[in-house]
């Protein structure tokens, strides 16, 4: 479990983040296999029909799922958060040798 899990353990879980799992997939990264997004993009994309706090924990459990790779980036004082399809970095090494 990580930190963001542990901050929000104590609140039951909100059935919303199942329903948003397979959109956040279909609607953004089967469209874009190889674009790494910020979180914070994906949120807004989705958000005329989810909260981005419901996104945000759907993309911690894809995560954790491994059906996406999150990397914390320090950018201009804060962290953000890349979210990628797991082997995009395989394919692109396997498409640069």
Do not use: C
């Not at 029909?49 to 059906?67: C, Q, S």
């Not at 914390?72 to 640069?96: E, L, M, W």
Request: proline fraction near 5%; charge should be negative.
């Amino acid at each position: 479990m990580d930190e963001y899990e542990q901050q929000y353990e104590e609140y039951p879980r909100d059935e919303k983040i199942d329903e948003v799992k397979p959109q956040i997939m279909s609607r953004i990264f089967d469209k874009f296999p190889r674009k790494v997004f910020y979180s914070v993009q994906v949120e807004t994309a989705l958000e005329r029909d989810y909260f981005h706090w419901i996104t945000g924990k759907g993309l911690a459990e894809l995560a954790n799922e491994a059906r996406l790779v999150r990397t914390p980036q320090h950018v201009v004082g804060q962290f953000v958060n890349s979210i990628r399809i797991p082997d995009i970095a395989t394919f692109d090494a396997k498409r640069n040798n």
